[in-house]
């Protein structure tokens, strides 16, 4: 999918809103109209029937029609089946001996139907149309060695057993073994894994990474259909299909009020002048207020609304819910499952810790930053980033040497000096030994002699344990970490946070195949499917998110695409706003549950009102307009988070 399709479905979006909104405009300003000509033309039953029917059925032509699509499908208890049954009623009304017309409160209900309508799309309507922005990992061309020369030409169109050339700050276009050449490769966008893996001859390399350093040459083993990049866009696209999704609060509820109030209405203006003798006009009229009565309003507007209240509320605290189903979800989260890197941690490498032997802590970091002076690798960056003043510090730098796969070796003055991993120290003689922090362990060796390590290591967020201890507080009774990182990484940074449980060294498949063990479990003590909620923020973890009953995606640095495979995105990559979020979602709920319960408390009252004779037109006016206006009001509560 093309940035521009995603721009084109965008705008087409914004189009819709726009026509439906100008459709609800015209309608008032027809329905007025109409009220101005019943009052000053004095019109017969039939010719008033005709001049409301233009606003009504402007308007209300879609309810109309889905009403009419549900009945041929066999699901005729809906909510527009509901609404067409009693606007139908309204305009009906006037035409039995001694009742009064009800056009205008026919269109109305139409109208406030639409209204509801209008609010509940717009709130919805953000959610994802397609994860356009995974084309950031697919690679656009590949430089294929074709009868000595360099050609250009789509990854598509490179066969299996192809040589192809990479360069520095490209990505890798195809799967493949690499043939000539070495270099660092950031795969931090497939896997998670914050630190850069060295390749070189012999060794495998996956589409979707981008090389950092060398020139490489590479025999491709994967057609592009079958390399790690297509599957991955793949994964997101079936994900987005089998995903989880609540229904919307006021479908359920209809599904059970609407058969009800409509069999009630039948049975009312059936059985009571079978069996008492009375004149079928009476009770038919009173079936029909019956059903005016029950037009849920109320509920169409106010629900939408306060979840489109809550939305706002939490966009205004950095957290931006696309829909008002994921609420729904949100609020019922029992399991929490994060993504490591770029999640929980900065996802930047930072110096933790300093062991010197030979020399002072800042010598040696001042020796490593001098050495690393030129390097483009994430590690040298965090050791120039601990040691500032190595660009003014006038000390000379020269014979640098970069060692494939070990590190790098100059002169800095008149030191020798290696910096690198323990293959380096064995290949010059230098007696090394391991640290007991958990992190990526850079030795020094000055001259031959080992001088020292120093740890670097991806920070935790100064959050990530407030998080949990948050999600825990709030009922969440089970956290898990999934991360790409190694074993014992993922092991420390899982008991300094207090996680319930993690798995490491994952794939981006790995991570959806453990997500789909996690989801569809019936929870045996609070004895139904509970939902689950993932965590995270690179482009691997684009499928994951998609597949979550909920996903949340670190919106500040997080990857296009994550952000667009989400449901729910924080704003400002800190993970204590998920506790924010259910917080939220949870209070949300509440807010559409009253509403719903008074909207139906005052209709029953005056249902049973209007069944016995009782109830006025002004009760049923309240019931139906009045109980909308209170129910908005509360909905508006939602707002202020």
């Known amino acids: 999918m093309s940035e521009h399709h995603h721009e084109h479905n965008h705008e087409h979006h914004e189009e819709g809103l726009r026509g439906q909104i100008i459709k609800i405009a015209i309608a008032v300003v027809l329905l007025i109209a109409a009220v101005i000509v019943e009052k000053t033309c004095g019109l017969n039953n039939w010719q008033l029937l005709l001049v409301y029917l233009v606003p009504y059925l402007f308007i209300g032509f879609d309810t109309l029609k889905e009403a009419a699509e549900g009945l041929v499908h066999g699901e005729a208890f809906n909510e527009d089946f509901l609404m067409s049954v009693a606007t139908i009623g309204a305009l009906c009304i006037g035409f039995m001996p001694g009742a009064e017309t009800q056009y205008p409160e026919a269109v109305f209900v139409m109208l406030f139907f639409q209204i509801g309508e209008l609010f509940e799309e717009y709130a919805e309507g953000k959610s994802r149309e397609g994860i356009a922005h995974l084309m950031d990992i697919r690679p656009d061309i590949a430089h294929v060695e074709r009868n000595g020369a360099l050609e250009d030409v789509h990854p598509e169109d490179v066969a299996v057993g192809e040589t192809i050339l990479v360069k520095p700050g490209e990505k890798v276009p195809l799967d493949g073994v690499v043939v000539e050449g070495s270099t660092a490769l950031n795969t931090v966008a497939l896997t998670g894994e914050s630190v850069p893996r060295n390749v070189e001859e012999g060794d495998e390399v996956i589409s979707g990474c981008v090389n950092l350093s060398g020139l490489v040459k590479v025999r491709t083993t994967k057609a592009f259909g079958e390399s790690t990049v297509a599957k991955i866009i793949d994964l997101v ?46 009770w038919i009229y009173r079936a029909l207020m019956f059903l005016v009565v029950s037009c849920p309003c109320a509920l169409v507007i106010s629900v939408p609304l306060t979840f489109f209240g809550g939305i706002g509320g939490a ?16 609020a019922k989260v029992d399991t929490v499952v994060f993504d490591k890197t770029g999640t929980l941690t900065h996802g930047q490498f930072a110096v933790t810790a300093i062991h010197p032997e030979k020399c002072d802590e800042k010598h040696l970091l001042h020796l490593a930053a001098h050495v690393e002076h030129y390097s483009t690798h994430p590690i040298g960056a965090a050791l120039r980033d601990a040691f500032p003043d190595e660009a003014t510090d006038g000390c000379k730098l020269s014979e640098v040497e970069e060692i494939a ?17 323990a293959k380096m120290m064995e290949s010059i003689g230098a007696q090394w030994h391991d640290c007991e922090h958990v992190g990526t362990i850079i030795h020094v060796a000055i001259d031959g002699e080992y001088a020292g390590h120093i740890v670097i290591n991806d920070k935790v967020k100064d959050d990530s344990a407030e998080a949990i201890h948050e999600l825990k507080s709030l009922g969440v009774r089970r956290t898990v970490m999934l991360t790409g990182d190694r ?16 798995h490491a060294e994952l794939l981006p498949a790995d991570k959806v195949s453990y997500i789909e063990k996690l989801t569809p479990r019936a929870d045996t003590e609070v004895g139904h499917s509970v939902p689950l909620a993932f965590v995270g923020d690179g482009i691997n973890d684009a499928p994951v998110l998609a597949r979550a009953d909920v996903g949340i995606a670190m919106g500040g640095l997080g990857s296009d695409a994550a952000i667009e495979a989400a449901d729910v995105v924080l704003m400002d990559d800190k993970p204590s706003k998920i506790a924010l979020a259910i917080r939220i979602a949870r209070r949300t709920l509440r807010i559409a549950k009253q509403n719903v319960w008074f909207a139906i408390g005052v209709k029953v009252l005056v249902l049973l009102l209007a069944a016995f ?20 009001l509360n909905a508006m509560r939602a707002l202020k988070n």
Not at 315 to 330: E, T
Not at 613 to 632: N, Q, Y
């Open 487 to 502: 074993e014992e990484v993922g092991k420390a940074v899982a008991e300094q946070l207090g996680i319930d449980e993690y």
């Open 405 to 421: 796969g070990q590190g790098i070796k100059a002169k800095v003055e008149d030191w020798t000096v290696c910096v690198g991993n």
């Open 613 to 632: 004779g009782i109830a006025t037109m002004w009760m049923a006016v309240f019931a139906d307009v009045g109980v909308t206006v209170l129910a908005v």
């Open 237 to 282: 696209e079936n994900a987005a299909e089998s995903k989880s999704k609540s229904e919307n609060f006021i479908t359920k509820f209809a599904r059970v009020y609407t058969p009800v109030v409509v069999f009630a209405a039948l049975a009312l203006a059936v059985i009571p002048p079978l069996l008492l003798s009375q004149p079928f006009a009476t």
């Open 315 to 330: 966009s205004r605290k950095g957290i931006l819910v696309k829909g008002s189903n994921y609420m729904d979800v949100l």
